[in-house]
Nanobody, 123 residues
Framework: QVYLVESGGGLVQAGGSLRLSCAVGRALSSYAVAWFRQAPGKEREFVAAITGSGISTYPSDSVKDRFTISRDNAKDTVYLQMNSLKPEDTAVYYC?????????????????WGQGTQVTVSS
């Protein structure tokens, strides 16, 4: 199966936390997975990536002190734990997968995408 399905988005107050989940289809279970986000009127932004094994993670500088990416391959799920949320984190969050061993930050690299989940942080 080839799919990526995000969940866990919602409305949260500034300073709060959310955990996003990305269900990964079995055919993509060994792929690297990344989270991107896109706010209205802005370009899609890299958030974090994780290798297929889950051993290595690559958070962006803008979120590395607040967000953590992880995966549970037994459950075919990738997570994005978001703490100390700010209004500027408001965006649609997407997970994406690619067969590469070393995931990058460019969205063109990723072949498969989920439909996105909305995260809204109120001030």
């Amino acid at each position: 199966q080839v799919y990526l399905v995000e969940s866990g988005g919602g409305l949260v107050q500034a300073g709060g936390s959310l955990r996003l989940s990305c269900a990964v289809g079995r055919a993509l279970s060994s792929y690297a997975v990344a989270w991107f986000r896109q706010a209205p009127g802005k370009e899609r932004e890299f958030v974090a990536a994780i290798t297929g094994s889950g051993i290595s993670t690559y958070p962006s500088d803008s979120v590395k002190d607040r967000f953590t990416i992880s995966r549970d391959n037994a459950k075919d799920t990738v997570y994005l734990q978001m703490n100390s949320l700010k209004p500027e984190d408001t965006a649609v969050y997407y997970c994406a997968a690619d067969r590469t061993v070393y995931p990058g930050s460019g969205f063109l690299q990723y072949e498969y995408w989920g439909q996105g989940t909305q995260v809204t942080v109120s001030s």
